[in-house]
């Protein structure tokens, strides 16, 4: 297989061709099935979301949205995760130009912004039930944990599955394998970055004014 | 694996179509909605139904700059067939919401 560079002779053949993470078919199928199951965990988050706005003013007695957030723990929350959403971004497009190194740092830098926003949620959440609110406190705050505890499982998972996809990019390069496997994690995280923006909108900050 | 004696030299495969820009767009985009959401919240200028529809349009834009700019949800193999899956599920996610919304709504039937 020869080297693609100056063997092509316009550009906008390069542009025509696929990218590396569709060169195969079974790879294409692969990130086909990946687009399939974000939409299935996007209703898993719908009925998640649905129980929140019913059950978010049923606060027996306990704790009230607008008392328990603290407000720049989720701001710092959302930057970061939104920070990550970019960088993993840049290590799809990095993956796309075959530069197997730079796609490393990227999804290292992706990981550890993704720890650093499981951290702060952590905190947040060890915190709420120090001060009483727990899971089985009111109806409000089974909804909230259950939603915004999903949320950080995925990430959490997220983080475990990048990992291993970081040891695969150093070890075999940017193959059309890894380049697929580059390819649906960075859409993973990006959709846990949609779900968050509604999680930030529909609890957080509707949760500082109703 | 084949592929893992192919290590190092680039597979021959196309480029894609868009530049870093469109992340850059997108983040800097993402950050400004994020920034005018929490305005709309702290500056207090605004209460109760309208502002949550505000931030709610917010919520809308700051996706589509996920899903355009960052996961180019109309790109890939052939046909976006896969965005009518992910279509699907937004459409769904409303009818639940609103639906158990609405549904709720009458108190005497369902307390």
């Known amino acids: 297989m020869s080297i693609m560079t100056l063997e092509r002779p316009r550009a906008h053949e390069d542009a025509e ?14 990130i086909f099935g990946f687009w399939l199951f974000l939409a299935t965990d996007m209703l898993l988050f719908a009925c998640l979301f649905a129980t929140y706005v019913l059950l978010h003013t049923h606060t027996a007695g306990g704790p009230t949205a607008r008392t328990l957030f603290d407000v720049p723990g989720f701001e710092a929350e959302t930057f970061i995760l939104l920070t990550s959403s970019f960088t993993g971004g840049i290590a799809t497009y990095e ?23 499981i951290g702060l949620e952590v905190q947040e959440f060890i915190h709420d039930v ?44 940017i193959t059309p394998q890894t380049a697929r496997k580059v390819f649906n994690v960075g859409l993973y995280w990006h959709f846990l970055d949609v779900v968050w923006v509604f999680i930030f909108t529909v609890v957080y900050l509707t949760g500082m004014v109703m | ?28 985009l993402s950050v400004v909605l994020t920034l005018a959401a929490l305005w709309a919240v702290f500056a207090h200028g605004l ?49 639940f919401v609103a639906g158990s919304l609405w549904a709720m709504s009458f108190h005497y039937m369902v307390a």
């Open chain 1, 17 to 30: 061709a696929k990218t590396i993470e569709y060169s195969q078919p079974s790879e294409s199928l692969k």
């Open chain 1, 95 to 117: 993956m796309q130009h075959q530069r197997s190194k730079s796609v490393a740092v990227w999804l290292f830098i992706t990981i550890l912004l993704g720890l650093a926003f």
């Open chain 1, 130 to 173: 120090h001060i009483g609110a727990t899971m089985s406190t009111s109806a409000f705050l089974s909804a909230f944990f259950t939603l915004v505890g999903t949320h950080g499982c995925h990430v959490s998972l997220g983080i475990v599955w990048m990992a291993a996809i970081l040891i695969q990019v150093l070890r075999w390069g």
């Open chain 2, 1 to 28: 694996m084949q592929a893992h004696m192919e290590m190092g030299k680039p597979v021959q495969a196309g480029k894609p179509q868009h530049g870093i820009g469109q992340y850059v767009l997108g983040y800097v």
């Open chain 2, 47 to 95: 209460h109760g139904g309208p502002l949550v529809l505000i931030l709610l349009a917010l919520a809308v834009l700051q996706i589509g700059v996920q899903l355009f700019l960052f996961m180019h949800i109309t790109k890939g193999d052939g046909p976006p067939v896969h965005s009518l899956a992910i279509a699907m599920a937004f459409f769904f996610t409303v009818v």
